[in-house]
């Protein structure tokens, strides 16, 4: 019992039986060494006490630690439960040769996941059509590809740093209340598919192409502390935009563009990244985005990037083997970002290998 509270008990009753405090303590039998007061008396304390006002919870300030703070914590509020079917999609024009529903479905399995994945030809025009579609029709994400990887943000509620940054959408999650949040797992797949032991920081770093695997890679690249990315286009008016972005966000590094085709040396590069559709299965895929003369100038420590993954090994990565140049294909970058995106979807990382395997046997 709070003792100044006790305190003015004993003089109120004190003063109403005419005596003084300490008869009444020596009555009640109080003592210094013993301050609890003998049960009759708390008795005829809580007597006083009108029913209506007794609680069962009592405040801080008179008993000590209250615990009713303890009860509300344990109110939950009710969230509505997601009663949706685990449905993803890919979405882009044109898919004909697509990988992206093989790969998921792997993942899936690994994960012990009932899950269905679709591939939703969408020309642009019918973008609005089709996101109205997978959002009414109980789908909960769904990735993106060319030419809808930009348009496709004037639809969506909310972006991560990489799609702000990359400036362009690949991996979406569709929230119970049919708000859309945006990703871009190009970014993330570039990097898991470099290997640990290759160090990039302070190197040199040439992009083959302005389009957006080229961004995802600039992206990913200035986060592994490169000190120069130099992009290669066939149309330099048009990259200016590019060069005036890259060089706001990130002040640090230093970057040019120069005409593809005048590539006469690559020397000075560590890393040398494809991005352009040259090597492409259907797509002169009997050509190479560089001369095999500029090829052959590279550092013998230089390593050949192509983000293609069909077919999995492009003339470029077969050129760069025969110079005994480290090589990094398309494939695993492919992958890496579907995990990614199965990482947003459910929380849970899909296993790899599983992935790349259903991969390999349909190239």
């Known amino acids: 019992m709070n003792p100044d509270l006790y305190e ?24 210094e060494q013993n301050e609890e007061p003998k049960k009759y008396v708390q008795d005829q304390l809580n007597s006083q006490l009108k029913p209506e006002t007794v609680k069962t919870e009592v405040p801080s300030y008179i008993f000590g630690p209250s615990k009713m703070e303890e009860t509300k914590s ?15 999609a890919l979405i882009g024009y044109p898919l004909g040769h697509s990988l992206s529903k093989i790969i998921h479905e792997a993942g899936f ?32 994400g769904f990735n993106v590809t060319i030419p809808l990887k930009l348009p496709i943000s ?29 990703y871009n797992t190009d970014v993330i797949g570039f990097k898991r598919a470099i290997p640990p032991d290759i160090d990039l920081r302070g190197k040199n770093v040439a992009i083959l192409g302005t389009g957006g695997a080229a961004h995802a890679a600039c992206v990913a690249l200035t ?8 992009f290669f286009t066939r149309n330099i008016p048009n990259s200016i935009d590019l060069m005036n972005y890259v060089r706001r966000q990130f ?13 006469r040396s690559l020397k000075e590069y560590d890393m040398l ?26 550092s013998s420590e230089a390593v050949v990037y192509d983000v293609i993954y069909n077919p999995r090994k492009t003339l470029l990565i077969k050129c760069a083997e025969k110079l005994k140049l480290r090589t990094i294909t398309g494939l695993d970058m492919l992958i890496y970002q579907a995990v990614a995106a199965q990482e947003l979807w459910f929380g ?8 790349k395997i259903a991969a390999l046997e349909n190239l």
């Open 8 to 31: 003015r008990y004993l003089q109120k009753k004190a003063k109403k039986l005419g005596i003084s405090v300490e008869e009444l303590k020596s009555k009640s039998g109080y003592s």
């Open 74 to 88: 344990q109110i939950q509020p009710s969230i509505p439960k997601d009663t949706r079917e685990n449905k993803f």
């Open 109 to 140: 399995k690994s994960l012990g996941i009932d899950a269905s994945y679709e591939l939703l030809e969408t020309p642009p025009d019918d973008l609005v059509d089709r996101v109205k579609f997978l959002k009414s029709s109980g789908y909960k």
């Open 154 to 182: 004037l639809f969506v509620n909310e972006v991560d740093r990489y799609a702000d940054l990359a400036r362009a959408v690949n991996t979406v999650y569709i929230e119970a209340d049919k708000s859309l949040k945006a």
């Open 223 to 230: 986060e592994l502390g490169v000190k120069c990315i130099d």
């Open 251 to 263: 002040p640090a590094i230093t970057f040019n563009v120069y005409q593809i085709e005048n590539i």
């Open 273 to 298: 990244v494809n991005t352009t559709p040259i090597g492409m299965l259907g797509k002169a895929g009997d050509m190479m985005p560089v001369e095999s003369y500029a090829l052959e100038s590279l």
């Open 348 to 355: 849970r990382t899909p296993d790899f290998k599983d992935m």
